[in-house]
């Protein structure tokens, strides 16, 4: 071969072996980060696109879509790890010595007694644990719920878990905790996770709502007389604006005649309180499917929930199956704080869903546990975001929470 062809030749050669050395590293790495049509690492907002809004009554659900979803399989929910038995909660104090992952004893420290706002969480899954404020946990000396979100490793020291108590009249019964498979709604979760007070939580569970009802709507908000033995007023479908489903007076007499601890679950489980609840949730479900059943290339990865004219909460993952894991719970808080609120003929716009969600601007705290996990608060006059990211196995959003407060 004549020896410029062969340079020609070679030199197209060793071009071609660097494309493909090239490209298969490409390939590699979509892979490693890619798992059936999921990627792994930040989910921006710039992804999300809202749906065109669910009502019922004077409760409205804008569905948050995105193109790309996270790979979430790696992480384990509070209600899984407790039914599995692969996490353990209890109270402080007496049983001051946990068992850790290996078995091996560990002292707690710090733990001289039983306290009401914290408890003993151990990890002994092999994923990570995600907790979300307002997750309750039954059982113990008082039903409590998580005070904050956090990500909780696998194997770790038994954790010293800052809780609010949603049971306030007992302090007996044993020291291990069951999963409630409840979310407390909106209005409770705001005074555990953003205003942080214990008082204020019991205050959102007797009374089911902390938004300020106008003075001049202050008798129509009493609601309809209950019936007798202490049900909850009948609200219909186009009932005229400052009325109420489940009313506080109704809430008092649960609390007298079936709830005298003042235990969340028994309130809002109560028969008095959950056909109503269980009513408007599966119409609210039915209504839900339908308008995302047939997405093509997009996931409901959360949702913006309004209560009236105005757009209060938003709850978005990093994934629609995270989403999912939680949708069942987080759709009865939103519906307990619907039938606790004060009715208005007045509807949200999907403009105004976008500007709620739009980034705020203002005092930001950040609390991080080192290769763990951080939490970022932002706080803009009556608004609220906090963000949790996993930091391990990679950086991940895995939980966005938006508050307008009622507070």
């Known amino acids: 071969m004549h020896r410029a062809n062969w340079f020609s030749w070679g030199s197209k050669s060793v071009a071609l072996a660097i494309m493909c050395l090239l490209a298969v590293g490409a390939y590699n790495a979509q892979k490693d980060g890619q798992k059936d049509g999921q990627i792994e ?3 921006s907002p710039n992804q999300w696109r ?6 019922y009554e004077n409760l409205t ?3 948050v879509l995105s193109r790309q979803s996270a790979d979430t399989a790696g992480f384990a929910t509070l209600d899984e790890g407790l039914s599995a038995g692969q996490v353990v909660v209890t109270e402080g104090g007496a049983e001051m010595i946990r068992r850790s992952r290996d ?3 560990v002292a707690i420290p710090g733990q001289s007694g039983a306290s009401v706002n914290q408890l003993v969480l151990i990890n002994r899954g092999s994923k990570p644990l995600l907790l979300l404020a307002g997750e309750m946990v039954s059982g113990g000396k008082q039903d409590r719920i998580i005070s904050k979100d956090r990500v909780v490793p696998p194997g770790a020291a038994p954790l010293p878990l800052d809780v609010f108590c949603v049971e306030a009249g007992r302090w007996t019964g044993g020291a291990q905790f069951s999963a409630g498979n409840l979310m407390v709604h909106p209005s409770v979760r705001e005074q555990a996770a953003i205003t942080k007070q214990q008082d204020k939580v019991w205050q959102a569970v007797r009374n089911g709502t902390t938004t300020e009802v106008p003075l001049n709507g202050a008798m129509a908000a009493a609601g309809p007389t209950p019936p007798e033995g202490g049900g909850v007023g009948a609200g219909r479908v186009g009932q005229t604006s400052q009325s109420v489903t489940v009313t506080s007076e109704a809430l008092s007499t649960v609390i007298v005649t079936e709830a005298p601890t003042q235990s969340y679950e028994k309130i809002y489980k109560s028969s008095k ?9 599966e119409e609210v479900q039915r209504r839900f499917d339908r308008a995302t059943g047939k997405l093509k290339g997009e996931f409901v ?9 105005e757009v209060a909460w938003g709850d978005i993952f990093a994934s629609p199956a995270l989403f999912g894991r939680y949708w069942p719970k987080l759709l009865r808080s939103y519906v307990v704080e619907a039938l606790t609120r004060p009715k208005s003929s007045e509807q949200p716009t999907i403009d105004d869903a976008r500007e709620f969600l739009k980034p705020l601007v203002g005092h930001e705290s950040v609390e991080t546990e080192p290769a763990i996990y951080s939490l970022k608060e932002v706080t803009e006059g009556k608004y609220v975001e906090v963000e949790l990211e996993a930091l391990r196995p990679f950086e991940i959003t895995l939980h966005v929470m938006k508050v307008h407060r009622t507070s």
């Not at 809202?50 to 009502?55: E, N, Q, T, V």
């Not at 309180?273 to 949730?281: G, I, L, M």
């Open 301 to 309: 990865v959360g949702v913006v929930v309004a209560y009236g004219g």
């Open 41 to 43: 690492g930040k989910i």
């Open 50 to 55: 809202l749906a065109d809004p669910i009502r």
């Open 273 to 281: 309180v959950a056909v109503p609840v269980d009513s408007f949730a």
């Open 103 to 105: 078995g091996h004893p």
């Open 61 to 63: 659900l804008f569905p």
